[in-house]
């Protein structure tokens, strides 16, 4: 009798295996950080072997750790960094050119062109993304521009493209089975999400010949079975679906009006809209939250560039303290910010402001600052930025939520969920487990195979961790918020006349 699921999270800068047992319990953990390549600035690729290779290195590990055999894995799930490109030829399995990242920035050009022909809206009305170089589309565009006979070899049914589910799932099965899941397909910019179909307007617009795309999959079910000489057994591959969608299922975020909110580098909030497809007026990105039983979900998507990367900054290039975790103590020092706020508009900043000349700022300094404000603003600043995405979600739906799910690695700093649900006014609940990626993946696979029944039995067997309920009366919140809005309107648009120069 099968006893565990396997949880592969491929992600960005490491892979890692999670076996979950029946009462969805962490029982081992492997992982492994692999190679990232920068073969010049702007640009960012990793070796498709590697990924494959350190995959499958970490779910031999997984296994050996907890002594399991092949054969008491009841199915795999598979979760990954999305959008991420690969070719390879179908009959060797040889990739033709390096996986080029989410993170790469090279069409950006080629993205200028997309507005230029005016082919933005219609690609933001099929796809629900607005058209950067993030997506796969131009990143796939770029390959069979670049390596040469590509577009030929595509043509005569020679290659094959997928994002990275799609790459592990062709290895795992030895080759013989090619198929992508909605989730996944949804970030490619090249998926109809209304008619749930590869858009042929879209494809020729890029160029891109059909015969090299996967067959797209509901993200739970049985997709094939690995083969023997891969892992030792034949073991059903149960689900596919992108890491923040994982997140999002593996928070039990199953209903219309559910939002979770991954705190990492950058924040990722995503609100399941069921089967509601919400066009967003706030520059939101509308997205597949999961596809069950032939039936999609939608979502909508926005993220924060600088998250917990604010605290990174003050630690590595203010050096203001040695641990992340230590700017909790410095923030509760003080009572407040005594008026001063942070924007950590590095990069510039993204939904719902989207304003790429946005730099950082830090407002309403007086003689009386001192170091605790200064971090307090910061971690303040990470709450206010997931709290105007959130807010952007209650416009673009109608809905009040008063509820929001949480993980990532600064959700363990308490000061931040308190200020989180002081601001949403509201409750924050972080889950017990924080793989809640990797969760997502193995709930999916679980469900694909009958080794857990429904979505109420999931919902039992997900423990939360602790709760935060807002105790800030709602004109001080306000109060807050304007201050912070105006603080933002100083952000904007700093850098437009020097990069226009
Ligand atoms: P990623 O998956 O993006 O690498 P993690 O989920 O591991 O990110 O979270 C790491 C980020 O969270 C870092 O930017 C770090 O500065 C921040 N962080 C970690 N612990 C804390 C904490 N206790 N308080 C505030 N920020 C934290």
Known sequence: MAKYIMALDQGTTSSRCILFDHNAQMVSVAQKEYRQ?????????HDPNDIWAS???????AMAQAGIRVNEIAAIGITNQRETTIVWEKATGKPVYNAIVWQCRRTADRVGRIYEDGFDKTLTEKTGLIPDPYFS???????????????ERAERGELLFGTVDTWLLWNLTGGSVFATDVTNASRTMLYNIHTLEWDKEILNYFRIPRQMLPEVKDSSCIFGHTSEKVLGGEVPIGSLVGDQQGS?????????GS?????????????NTGSNCVASKNRLLTTIAVGENGKVQYALEGSVFVGGAVIQWLRDEMRLFPHASDSERYARAVPDTAGVYLVPAFTGLAAPFWDPYARGTVVGLTRGCTKDHFIRAALESIA????????????DTGMQIRNLKVDGGASANEFLMQFQA?????????????????????????????????KEELTLLTQSGKTYVSGMDRSEQEQKLRGWHKAVARSLQWAKEDMDE
């Open 37 to 45: 390549i920068f073969p010049q600035p702007g640009y960012v690729e």
């Open 55 to 61: 995959q499958l290195s970490v779910a031999m590990e």
């Open 137 to 151: 589309a131009t990143k796939l565009e770029w390959i069979l521009d670049h390596v040469p006979g590509s577009r």
């Open 248 to 256: 999002l299922f593996g928070q039990c975020c199953f209903t219309p």
């Open 259 to 271: 939002v979770k909110n991954t705190y990492g580098t950058g924040c990722f909030l995503l609100m």
């Open 384 to 395: 206010y930025q997931s709290y105007d995405v959130f807010d952007a979600m209650q416009k």
């Open 422 to 454: 002081d601001l949403i006014q509201g409750s924050v609940a972080r889950c017990a487990i924080n793989e809640t990626t990797a969760l997502g993946a193995a709930y999916l696979a679980g469900l694909a195979c009958g080794f857990w029944k429904d």
